[in-house]
């Protein structure tokens, strides 16, 4: 993506992966449900059916365009990219983004990490680890309980 550096990058005051932001509409208050560094899967490739990106960003002086982009750490590969223009009232002002996703397919168990960037300059990362745990057949081991 081509764009040119704005004359001052936003500051990412948060950046947060979490299952679910709700966000009140009368009191405009975003809350992060489920805040993880790690997901357990059960199958390779992967589907989690539903994570969120809460990035909270100030001191925005003009119209600027950010894109969040989930990379693989092993390779850097990009695997899903978004991009689009946020505005604020004033450089005093702080906006909360929110990215819901569904359905979010990862082929490999690994580290992987939510950037953001502007003008071809990261604000931030956040990694996660994505850990395969296979389900186990049949009952659970017996214990054997003493005297």
């Keep these: 993506m081509s764009e040119q550096r704005p004359i001052a990058l936003p500051a990412l005051v948060s950046f947060l992966v979490c299952d679910q932001v709700i966000d009140d509409k009368i009191t405009n208050k975003k809350s992060a449900i489920g805040l993880f560094n790690t997901v357990l899967v059960p199958q390779l490739p992967a589907v989690i059916n539903q994570l969120a990106v809460l990035a909270s960003l100030t001191e925005i002086e003009s119209r600027v365009i950010l894109e969040l982009r ?27 983004l929110v990215f819901n996703m569904h359905g979010l397919r990862l082929a490999d168990a690994g580290q992987y990490a939510f950037e953001l960037h502007c003008g071809g300059e990261m604000l931030g990362r956040r990694r996660f680890q994505v850990v395969y745990r296979p389900l186990r057949a049949g009952p659970p081991p017996a214990t054997t309980a003493g005297p």
């Design 70 to 96: 989930l990379v693989r750490d092993a390779d850097n590969a990009i695997l899903f990219q978004t991009h689009g223009p946020v505005e604020a009232p004033s450089p005093l002002a702080t906006v909360d």
